[in-house]
């Protein structure tokens, strides 16, 4: 009897996610290394935090795979882009990345809809939710750093920044869980 829940389509995405969320781990590992180079020790240890955290979303793929009875196929995983020049670039490229792998999440969301696998639809809810945190904290970041690096902002401002950095939770809050006595 075929024990396989997935069809060969959503595995295969399943299985593509599974190297993209890896590679997302590469590019915060990489950032991580090159903001430590340039003396921002707190973006650096944010960024190391959340190559885990990318990590931990590649084993939920892998994890979902195997318990679907479906194939898991580890690929190798593309290089990490070049070290931006300086802070400002990393987040907006941070950004980037973040906005396009919510893309590929959302194209296995519609797949899933269109052939009606209710089961993936819902583990996928998981990755739509998180994306939006992901974003927000990405978008977070860039607006504080806007103001540390307005050219009339104290100096210290991105000091500041890049120590308060090393304490950040690594989720940002989600809008469902705000009331109007806690916004
Ligand atoms: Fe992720
Ligand atoms: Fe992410």
Redesign the pocket.
Known sequence: MDTNRLSKTIAAALNAQMTK?AH?SQI?LSYGAWADSQGFGGISNFLFR?AE??RN?MMKILEYILKRGAEVEVTAIPDPPKNPTVIKYCFNK?FA??VD?TKAVYKIVKLSFEEEDWATWNFMQWFVK??VE?ETL?KDLLDKLKIAENEKADKNLLYSFDRDLKSTPDDASSAENVTANNP
């Open positions: 969320e997302a915060y959340h955290e990318e979303h941070i990345h973040e792998n998180e994306q992901e990405a």
